[in-house]
């Protein structure tokens, strides 16, 4: 991958920004008919919701290691990791094992935790999605159901083994607040553009989401991920146009917000974690 990575890159952009005019044009949207509100609830409320998520999330997986990490620079490290995964390397990976090795982890340890992480928050997603496309009448949903509980039942065991039933259940009603999170985002990204999108049905939209992002294929799964809710909309009886644009724009809101929070919190610079400086 590391090798066709660039041209990958330069692929997978022109994929996205493509797939956007062409959702304009299809939908024929103009400026003045996005909704401010949903914008709005997306920007300032959601977004960085999704930060303090991922903050929490940090240091949850540094209590698993038995290291304590303080919350301030669990929220900066959390918010630059998210914001690293537009390069064209796991910069998200890199940036959240980096965190926990600066706090006392081991590096394979580190990156063994950061993903096992990765692997539960795409089980648990896989699961909500296959429930959305049972629900809506197509029955291989159920297979993945089945595969979605299995590996997330696999992870939470070898959770117990290392940490305890607490740190393993604090993990899973993290994961699963983090997906009704997601499509709590992508129910407003469609609103943004007028589109009514039920709760249930974001759950397969987030899995397409946070599975392109996952795949490696593009960096943050530029592209892969507007492609994959593009091609399962018709599942929800939505249009390809419709599901491409809206997760286009919440991976661009949320790329936004993010990079002004990096910013103004200072997540380029030197930080304490746990009572030390790290860079």
Partial sequence: MQRYRKSLTILATIIFFAGIIWSIRDLKLNIDDLAIGPLALLAFILVPLSLLYGGVGLQLLAKVSGLKMAASFAFRRSALAQLAEILPIPGGAIVRAGALVSIGAKVGEGAILVLAAALLWIAIAATGAGFAIYANAESWGWAIIISGLFVTALI????????????????????????????????????????????????????????????????????????????????????????????????????????????ATGGFTKAKAGGKVVG
């Fill in 156 to 263: 939470i065991i070898w959770i117990v083994k290392k940490a305890g039933w607490s740190a393993a259940l604090q993990i899973l009603v993290h994961r699963l607040f983090g997906i009704a999170l997601t499509a709590l985002r992508i129910v407003c990204a469609f609103a943004i553009i007028g589109a009514v999108l039920p709760v249930e049905s974001g759950l397969i939209f987030a899995f397409a989401t946070i599975a392109g992002s996952a795949a490696a294929i593009a960096p943050a799964g530029l592209g892969v991920s507007e492609i994959l809710s593009a091609a399962l909309a018709p599942i929800v009886s939505v249009g390809p146009a419709t599901a491409f644009l809206a997760v286009a724009l919440n991976r661009i809101i949320g790329l936004s917000v993010t990079a002004l929070s990096v910013l």
